[in-house]
Every structure is written in C-alpha cells, then in structure tokens.
T-cell receptor, first 113, second 111 residues
Framework: KAGVTQTPRYLIKTRGQQVTLSCSPISGHRSVSWYQQTPGQGLQFLFE???????NKGNFPGRFSGRQFSNSRSEMNVSTLELGDSALYLC????????????FGPGTRLLVL | GQNIDQPTEMTATEGAIVQINCTYQTSGFNGLFWYQQHAGEAPTFLSY????GLEEKGRFSSFLSRSKGYSYLLLKELQMKDSASYLC????????????FGRGTSLIVHP
C-alpha cells in the first residue's frame, strides 16, 4: 500500500500571500488530520476531516482552512501569510476511529519571507 | 484538557539502554502512542498501549500505568540511527478522535 503523500515538499512564500497544500491519504483511510510543527511549539493540531466534513478543529485563526474531497484527498489553505506561519505542515491519515494509529506524510516545509 | 510532559532532551551511548518517560494528566484517556521522528522527516508509529504493562517489540518496549498517568519508552542496544525525537501522544476516548502530542524528547546517541 502506498503511504501518505504530500505536495509540494518545499515552498517559499512572502508575507500576505496565500498557499494551498495537498495531502493524499493511504487508500481506504477516510480521516485526514493536519498539524503544524515548529521547534518552539511542537506538533499542533489544525483540523481533521472525515468523509468530506470537518470533524475536529484546533485553535488556529480562520486564515487556516481546509477541505476534503470525495476520494479522501485533502487540501489545506493558509491566507494572508505571516512570518510565524513558517513551519513543517504534516498531514496524517487513519481509519478515523478513536485509538486508530495515524500515519504521517513527509510534510510540506513552508518558509514565509 | 490534556497536559503531557516529557523531557526535552536526553543523551546516551551507543549500545546502552535508555528510558524516555512521559507523564500525562487528561480529562479522558483511551490509550497512549509513541512515535519516532528523525530530523526533517515525518513521525513514524512505534507503539500503542491501552492496557497497563510492558509491550515489547524488538529493541523497543513501551510501558503504561493508567493509574499513575505514566508511560515510558525503553530503547535497548542503542544504535546511532536511534538519534531522533520521540513523541508520546494521548488518545482520548471516543468523540474526539485526535491524539494530543507531547513536545517530544530529542535523543542523541553518541559513540
């Protein structure tokens, strides 16, 4: 089975721009979660999508949004980028039940200048 | 809410044994995950403990005490490639399906 894939792997943007990141989960997985990872804050949960619906949401501003398509692929969008948005963005897929293991993609490293 | 504590950094010698502790205080608990993350890479699953006790998987073992809110990851016969960050994550009971991650313990293995 193919693992979780994320595109692009690296991205450089400037303040005020917007960015869209993509995640393809493991085949058969219906849950996709997004995390932001920075050295200072660790792994912070952004949101989770299950069957095209946002099921859980972390404490991030509305500039961070996402969606999930019928094939379970998910996109995350960040508008009006700020310097502090520079981070590794990870997506993780799972079957979507409590206690199920999450499998992470390689991440997208975003640098905002 | 969830509060998860683990040491920031540990060092150990190649061939030795190291124990990485994780304590948690949570409003609900289903189980505890351990993940390994090499620098610049994605976290990879190591173990998931639901019941009290020790589970062994090759050189890695994970222990859980639900009553004490405590877990540890034991790494034996350390190798240089074990240098990585180790994340513990608490899985809440049904409803919220999202584990809460600790900040991770950076393990440095030296010759």
């Amino acid at each position: 089975k193919a693992g979780v894939t994320q595109t692009p792997r690296y991205l450089i943007k400037t303040r005020g721009q917007q960015v869209t990141l993509s995640c393809s989960p493991i085949s058969g997985h219906r849950s996709v979660s997004w995390y932001q990872q920075t050295p200072g804050q660790g792994l912070q949960f952004l949101f989770e999508y299950f069957s095209e619906t946002q099921r859980n949401k972390g404490n991030f501003p509305g500039r961070f949004s996402g969606r999930q398509f019928s094939n379970s692929r998910s996109e995350m969008n960040v508008s009006t980028l700020e310097l502090g948005d520079s981070a590794l963005y990870l997506c993780a897929s799972s079957l979507g039940e409590s206690g199920e293991t999450q499998y992470f993609g390689p991440g997208t490293r975003l640098l905002v200048l | 809410g969830q509060n998860i504590d683990q040491p920031t950094e540990m060092t150990a010698t190649e061939g030795a044994i190291v124990q990485i502790n994780c304590t948690y205080q949570t409003s609900g608990f289903n189980g505890l995950f351990w993940y390994q993350q090499h620098a610049g890479e994605a976290p990879t699953f190591l173990s998931y403990n639901v019941l009290d006790g020790l589970e062994e998987k090759g050189r890695f073992s994970s222990f859980l005490s639900r009553s004490k809110g405590y877990s540890y990851l034991l790494l034996k016969e350390l190798q240089m490639k074990d240098s990585a960050s180790y994340l513990c994550a608490v899985s809440p009971p049904g409803g919220s399906y999202i584990p809460t991650f600790g900040r991770g313990t950076s393990l440095i293995v030296h010759p």
